[in-house]
């Protein structure tokens, strides 16, 4: 494929998902050129992951002047953002050292982030918030990912794992959770959980048009609730500047995003930080995180600077 900007070298930004691949090319900040949304399974088609990865970017980037390589995955990546540590949807890429392969086959800056952090970081160009010094992403899809940025870097914690709010506990709750845990949070505000509803309780309900025609249900209402804990719980222990809420829940034809910030406001504690909480629904993006793919390697060259 042709790159019509030759002149500009652009930030090949990657998101890999556990259904899709996404990959695009980022010469100004905020677009992508050159986007691709493609199977995953079409990409990794080998039992040499990072060979097939290094292939199919070979065969992209042709022709382009791409100098940086930029990749999020939905996984828990180790401290020093080279290696994949525990990745249940894309389980083939856990312990793979991808920063350092990488570098070694293309020679240029490689950088590996959560998926969810790209997003944060996409919204925060996409709504204007570089005067918030804390930013708080809740993105509830299948699971719950969470990212905290503050003054423009990624919470990582000690072991590289900050932000797993998904695994917060449930008083009262036994169920299995994907992190070998019982009782987590995920499991009762995800998609996952929906999925369960339409199955167990609601079988004459596709599962787009739950919120449409169930929505008044006191099961959906608690689970609207739950959802408002969770950003609650991570509201009060950090006072952020502004709460980013995303993912494909949210996104569901009649989600009651009303409701769901007064649950939110109802847990959060008074006056503050409930008084100034401010609250941004983000949309739902196909190049959201290889968008922020791109503003992470940026933030991170900039921090070599
Ligand atoms: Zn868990």
Same mark, same amino acid.
């Given at each position: ?5 030759? %002149? ?9 998902? /556990? ?30 992951? &990072? ?85 708080? /992403? ?24 900050? /932000? %797993? ?6 008083? /009262? ?55 408002? &804990? ?76």
């Amino acid at each position: 494929m042709r790159n019509e900007k030759t %002149e500009t070298p652009g930030i090949l930004g990657i998101d890999i998902g /556990g259904t899709n691949f996404r990959i695009g090319v980022v010469y100004e900040q905020g677009k992508t050129a050159n986007f691709r949304k493609i199977p995953v399974r079409s990409v990794f088609r080998t039992t040499d992951p &990072m060979k097939d990865l290094r292939e199919y970017i070979a065969e992209y980037c042709q022709n382009m002047d791409i100098r940086t390589i930029s990749i999020g995955f939905p996984a828990a990546i180790d401290r020093e953002r080279k290696t994949v540590l525990q990745a249940p949807n894309v389980a083939f890429m856990e312990g793979l050292p991808v920063v350092q392969y990488l570098t070694d086959a293309f020679h240029i800056p490689v950088y590996i982030e959560r998926d969810v952090t790209m997003a944060v970081l996409y919204d925060r160009r996409k709504w204007s918030l570089w005067d918030q010094n804390m930013l708080c /992403g809740f993105y509830f899809g299948t699971g719950i990912g969470n990212a905290i940025v503050i003054d423009g870097v990624p919470l990582v914690g000690r072991n590289g794992t900050a /932000g %797993e709010l998904g695994h917060i506990p449930v008083d /009262g709750s036994t169920e299995l959770c994907g992190c070998g845990n019982r009782g987590c949070m995920e499991n009762l505000a995800g998609g996952k959980y929906l999925a369960h509803l339409c199955e167990s309780v609601f079988p004459d309900t596709p599962i787009g048009r739950l919120f449409l025609e169930k929505g008044e249900d006191p099961l959906l209402q608690q689970f609207i609730d739950r959802m408002a &804990m969770t950003v609650a719980t991570e509201v009060n222990i950090l006072d952020p500047d502004c709460v980013l809420i995303g993912g494909g829940v949210p996104s569901m034809a009649g989600f009651p995003k009303e409701r769901l910030v007064e649950r939110i406001l109802v847990h959060t504690r008074k006056p503050f930080p409930a008084q100034s909480l401010r609250v941004i629904f983000t949309g739902d993006e196909e190049d959201k995180c290889v968008i922020g793919a791109a503003e992470y390697a940026a933030m991170r060259m900039k921090r070599m600077n």
